[in-house]
């Protein structure tokens, strides 16, 4: 079981830069087989799918490849992985075509603690056809959605709940297959947003009790797009809106138009990547990402220590990511004395200094607000596979830097 740091980092160009990013939530930078896999799908002959010619071919190997892929990730079936334009346009998609089995009475749960690309489809969608919809709260002290909250939601007319398999905002990673059965207690079917999840930990799609999975590839190595999961044959029960003479079979009755092959090839690659994070790891790539996820749980569980013990050193910071369950994503504020901007300031301050850690609310506008944040958020602080101890160290000495200077 080794974890080679170095190794790693020198199949990403872009931290030929110099730069130390602490941006990981928002967007991964992209290793150097991802790159290469993209272009050799535009530079070899390339045609909508088919099996006559070498373009047909190609196309055809690269979409069957890349559902391989993502089913050997988020531990699914090949024909239950979706391809969309990103993970925000697949859960509007799904949602119009499920509201259409809604009415007015039937409710519609979301909570505060979702990127609101998981709360918006659903509310939008439900007030359309005059459905309710009801909140599941968090507790702002701790950032904890418990079982509590979301059963307090749920009622015998709940027909969708939507929740986050982990905040984008400050980590927190919810009991996801325990609200899954609260779920489908009362009959509800299951949506999970896992797009930040994916890039911290081993997905699988039947113990999560998750119907549907969204998660998007640019946030673990790959290009950017979006991908749904869920089971084949629940996808044979929905009817989305499509054009009248693409094929109706599932999932490719849910992909609008053709499909994005290079970057499903980008995609197979960064899987392959993340399944090569141990690199002693052996096996099929379902047993070599089990591995490799675990190996990057250990790098980065190492890493948050020390970013958690160099914040509490530091005066005039408050730390709002403090569930017992989340991922390495630090959201953290100022004191007052340093101004409505503080949080910007320190942003920019870093980035001066080659440190990227943003500050936003990052769509997770719900939960800024329920945090007492408003719409401006905090400075968020998240881990990638490649980032190392220097970076940490650096961080650290950037913020330590920041207040003296304030």
Not at 63 to 73: I, N
Not at 207 to 233: I, M, N, T, W
């Given at each position: 079981m080794t974890y080679d740091i170095t190794a790693l980092r020198a199949l990403f160009p872009a931290l030929s830069t110099g730069t130390a990013h602490f941006d990981g939530p928002?967007?991964?930078?992209?290793?150097?087989?991802?790159?290469?896999?993209?272009?050799?799908?535009?530079?070899?002959?390339?045609?909508?799918?088919?099996?006559?010619?070498?373009?047909?071919?190609?196309?055809?190997?690269?979409?069957?490849?890349?559902?391989?892929?993502?089913?050997?990730?988020?531990?699914?079936?090949?024909?239950?992985?979706?391809?969309?334009?990103?993970?925000?346009?697949?859960?509007?998609?799904l949602a119009r075509t499920l509201a259409t089995t809604w009415a007015p009475g039937d409710e519609v749960v979301v909570t505060r603690l979702d990127h609101d690309a998981n709360i918006r489809p659903w509310t939008q969608a439900a007030e359309r056809v005059g459905a309710t919809v009801r909140w599941a709260d968090f507790d702002p002290a701790t950032g904890e959605l418990t079982l509590d909250h979301l059963r307090a939601a749920l009622s015998a007319r709940t027909r969708l709940v939507a929740v986050t398999a982990a905040s984008n905002l400050i980590g927190t990673r919810p009991a996801i297959p325990e609200m899954a059965r609260l779920a489908h207690e009362v009959g509800a079917l299951f949506h999970v947003d896992g797009?930040?999840?994916?890039?911290?930990?081993?997905?699988?799609?039947?113990?999560?009790?998750?119907?549907?999975?969204?998660?998007?590839?640019?946030?673990?190595?790959?290009?950017?797009?979006?991908?749904?999961?869920?089971?084949?044959?629940?996808?044979?029960?929905?009817?989305?809106?499509?054009?009248?003479?693409?094929?109706?079979?599932?999932?490719?009755?849910?992909e609008l138009g053709?499909?994005?092959?290079?970057?499903?090839?980008?995609?197979?690659?960064?899987?392959?990547?993340?399944?090569?994070?141990?690199?002693?790891?052996?096996?099929?790539?379902?047993?070599?990402l089990t591995a490799s996820l675990a190996a990057l749980h250990r790098h980065e569980e190492v890493l948050r220590t020390l970013i958690d013990q160099g914040l509490a050193a530091l005066d005039g910071i408050t730390v709002h990511s403090n569930a017992a369950e989340r991922t390495p994503t630090v959201l953290l504020t100022f004191d007052e004395a340093f101004g409505a901007h503080g949080t910007q300031d320190a942003s920019r301050f870093l980035a001066e200094r080659h440190v990227h850690a943003p500050s936003g609310s990052f769509y997770a506008i719900e939960a800024s607000r329920h945090l007492g944040l408003g719409d401006s958020g905090g400075l968020r602080i998240g881990l990638a596979p490649y980032t190392d101890t220097e970076d940490v160290d650096r961080l650290l000495t950037g913020l330590e830097l920041f207040l003296k200077r304030m």
């Open positions: 928002g967007g991964t930078q992209t290793p150097r087989p991802v790159i290469e896999a993209i272009t050799r799908a535009l530079s070899n002959p390339l045609s909508n799918r088919g099996q006559v010619t070498a373009g047909e071919r190609n196309a055809d190997t690269i979409v069957t490849g890349a559902r391989e892929a993502m089913a050997d990730l988020l531990g699914a079936h090949p024909s239950g992985i979706v391809f969309g334009r990103s993970a925000t346009q697949l859960t509007y998609d797009v930040h999840y994916t890039a911290h930990a081993l997905v699988d799609l039947g113990q999560l009790g998750a119907d549907f999975f969204v998660c998007s590839p640019y946030k673990f190595l790959g290009p950017h797009h979006g991908v749904l999961a869920a089971r084949p044959e629940l996808l044979e029960t929905l009817r989305p809106d499509k054009l009248l003479p693409s094929s109706d079979a599932v999932p490719e009755r849910f053709t499909l994005p092959y290079e970057l499903l090839a980008g995609t197979s690659a960064a899987v392959d990547v993340l399944a090569g994070l141990d690199t002693g790891a052996t096996g099929s790539r379902r047993e070599r």
